[in-house]
């Protein structure tokens, strides 16, 4: 190998080397595994093959059963994947409908394309793919699927933060590139439940694509609403109106815990959940009109993400409200593990509810000058 690369070098003109491998090097586990043949396999007994980690319920298995559950109610649903069947969950469904299920290769371009033209005969294609892997496809989602109003879905694996994989398998584009898509359906749940519950209702639009996006790994125990206003979960009640915080997706779990510490700190944020984050619910308006300031936290690019949609949002309702955003910079996320990107990114609760009680000061301060501070304490 080593010689054919050298030679190759030496050339001096464009070369091609073909060269034929072997999986694993010939190791009985990997040349077994026909599926994947140990693409991506993680920390394994080099006897066995057997994965090490221990083993607990992923986002991508919730979704692959409940799709199994969706494909065995609806014999309209067929799925496409682009050479990634095991990894976002389509085996199951494949081994039971593999006659409704088309694997492209890798072509997301050609499967995005292919999905409009199944819409258009009367079946709902649900394509499963990495979040980063839309991004290949976007002119067809755009003009193949969104102009013609196709009702296609599209299962968006791997969003936000991914962590180890590096730069380019982040998926911190898709809440900016499916904002600017006319007739884009997306939403963002943030636990299993939820899950099922917006893959459901994306599946059962057939005049406009739908996403429905969650990141990679263990899915976090639901959490569950106080209440559900016009379509807005609300799942924690500050003891005073001074900031509500407006959580997307999975960062569900951070908010609430950044709202509790805000509190002992004597700050009420009520955080909420609008489940789907494009169309945004009309009702954020009138909520977000009762609190001092509103804060944004997401795992996308803040660069054209859903806290630039709310701005924008209340700035044509005529609303005047602080608002700030959390969320990832304009730039490619190295390599690392989830937890330690998100604490770099400062997204995490410790460091949002100092944020949070920083802002409220600057809020009150601007509200109440110091000399009109002092008249309020007189009077008490």
């Not at 559950?69 to 409908?97: C, H, N, Y």
């Not at 819409?119 to 980063?132: C, N, Q």
């Not at 410790?350 to 409220?360: A, L, P, T, Y």
Request: hydrophobic share 45%.
């Amino acid at each position: 190998m080593e010689r054919a690369l050298e030679q190759a070098k030496e050339f001096g003109e464009p070369v091609l080397v073909h060269v034929i491998t072997e999986k694993g090097k010939g190791h009985k586990p990997a040349v077994a595994d026909f599926a994947e043949k140990f693409h991506a396999v993680g920390i394994v007994d080099p006897e066995t093959g057997t994965p090490l980690a221990k083993s607990s319920t992923s986002w991508t298995n919730v979704f692959s059963d409940e799709l199994l559950a969706l494909g065995k109610e609806r014999k309209d649903i067929v799925a496409i994947t682009a050479a990634m069947l095991g990894p976002t969950g389509l085996d199951k469904f494949e081994s039971q409908f593999p006659e409704r299920t088309i694997d492209v290769g890798i072509a997301e371009q050609h499967a995005v394309t292919s999905a409009a033209g199944l819409a258009f005969a009367g079946l709902h294609p649900v394509f499963a793919v990495y979040s980063t892997f839309l991004n290949r496809a976007f002119d067809q989602l755009l003009l193949d699927v969104s102009l013609h109003k196709a009702g296609v879905t599209f299962v968006l694996d791997r969003a936000g933060i991914t962590g180890d994989d590096g730069p380019s398998h982040h998926g911190i584009w898709d809440l900016a590139l499916t904002g600017m898509v006319p007739t884009m359906r997306v939403a963002a749940p943030r636990d299993a439940a939820r899950l099922r519950e917006t893959l459901r209702e994306a599946v059962a639009v057939n005049d406009a694509p739908t996403a429905v996006r969650f990141p990679k790994g263990a899915v976090q125990a639901d959490i569950p609403a106080f209440e559900r206003r016009d379509g807005v979960d609300v799942l924690y009640r500050g003891e005073s109106a001074d900031v509500l915080l407006i959580s997307i997706g999975s960062m569900a779990a951070i908010a609430v815990e950044a709202a509790s510490q805000a509190y002992r700190e004597g700050v009420g944020v009520t955080v909420i959940d609008p489940r789907w984050v494009k169309p945004l619910p009309a009702s954020l308006v009138t909520m977000a009109d009762r609190y001092k300031s509103v804060v944004v936290l997401e795992d996308g690019i803040k660069h054209g993400g859903i806290a630039s949609s709310i701005s924008e949002q209340f700035r044509e309702a005529g609303l005047n409200v602080a608002l700030h955003s959390i969320g990832v910079p304009l730039e490619f996320i190295e390599h690392s593990k989830r937890a330690e990107i998100l604490e770099d990114l400062g997204i995490t609760a410790q460091k949002i509810s100092r944020d949070i009680v920083e802002w409220n000061s600057t809020v009150e301060e601007m509200q109440f000058p110091e000399h009109e501070n002092a008249d309020r304490k007189q009077t008490r």
